[in-house]
């Protein structure tokens, strides 16, 4: 098999349960599969006798991936793991990430240098039964942080608000997980957030009043939570640079927010809430809307997006 995926730079399919015990040459096997990230550890390589530049170039094969394979395969290894100490990543999401990023930028400590964490890594090795536990606080620290993407992670707890001293995050994403509680209250800390996903969830909770600072956001995605109460009616004045704001499926009350005079603002979500009025100038000079999604009646739809031609 040596050269089997050599070069293939899309290919990253689940080998996990091939059986190759009787395989004796893996060289070059997955040389520049650039893409491939596929778990090897339970592969019986006993009859192996060549397998040099087996993973050479295949630049995704996280250091979780290559400490389970190093392990496993024992004395049958490739040639990297005597001589580099992988992170055994196990535990939630607060240990595997120590695990793999104490040494290298001191993630854990007020001293974290960290500006990228890999999620997709360091999620996928918690324990299945437990999952990866809370987002811990001590993130916070990390304040080189720009992205900060952990969504689908089964991650749960709060969304601490020890996580809004990232001042220099552009993206904040934690959709699709198992989070609870309210938004931080000083959510309104992250200054240059371009985009805050924080959808398909279960928070709950008024809509915190710091929103309005975030003047940098383009995409703002709420929906998909058990938020509630009456949004304030000017929270999202002042963020003139909205494309996207998504608030469906929520218990949201009360009018429909301002949302006037967004020259950016094209697509807007708020169907699956208990909104009772929208008012008649609420999309007023909001020239590129193209999407108002509402449950409400379509005698209100229908009207406010007359509106809106009205003023264009």
């Not at 008024?206 to 998909?224: A, F, K, R, V």
Request: aromatic share 10%; glycine share 6%.
């Amino acid at each position: 098999m040596s050269g089997a995926f050599s070069d293939m730079f899309e290919f990253n399919s689940d080998l996990s349960s091939w059986d190759v015990s009787e395989v004796t040459y893996m060289t070059n096997m997955f040389q520049n599969a650039v893409s491939f990230n596929s778990d090897l550890s339970r592969w019986n390589v006993e009859k192996v006798l060549y397998m040099d530049g087996i993973f050479e170039g295949a630049t995704s094969l996280d250091v979780c991936n290559r400490g389970s394979i190093c392990r496993s395969w024992g004395v049958h290894r490739p040639n990297d793991c005597e001589n580099t100490t992988y992170p055994e990543c196990i535990g939630n999401f607060e240990s595997v990430t120590n695990q793999v990023y104490s040494s290298k930028c001191g993630f854990n400590t007020a001293n974290c240098t960290c500006d990228e964490i890999d999620v997709v890594m360091t999620t996928r090795y918690c324990d299945v039964e437990s999952g990866c536990g809370p987002i811990p606080p001590t993130l916070g620290m990390c304040s080189k942080l720009l992205d900060l993407t952990l969504s689908h992670g089964s991650l749960s707890g709060s969304i601490r608000n020890e996580l809004t001293q990232l001042v220099n995050l552009l993206n904040f994403d934690v959709s699709n997980n198992k989070l609870t509680g309210e938004l931080p209250n000083d959510i309104g800390n992250l200054l240059n957030l371009t985009s805050l996903d924080v959808s398909n969830n279960k928070l709950d909770g008024y809509i915190p009043t710091s929103l309005s600072s975030l003047t940098s956001l383009e995409h703002l995605y709420l929906d998909n939570n058990y938020f509630d109460g009456e949004i304030q009616y000017d929270i999202f004045t002042s963020l003139n640079n909205l494309k996207e704001l998504y608030l469906s499926f929520n218990m949201f009350q009360g009018a429909v927010p301002y949302l006037n005079n967004h020259n950016s603002l094209k697509s807007i979500m708020l169907h699956s809430n208990c909104f009772d009025k929208i008012r008649s100038d609420t999309f007023s000079g909001t020239v590129s809307l193209q999407y108002v999604v509402r449950e409400y009646m379509n005698t209100l739809v229908n009207k406010t997006q007359k509106k809106i031609r009205t003023d264009t």
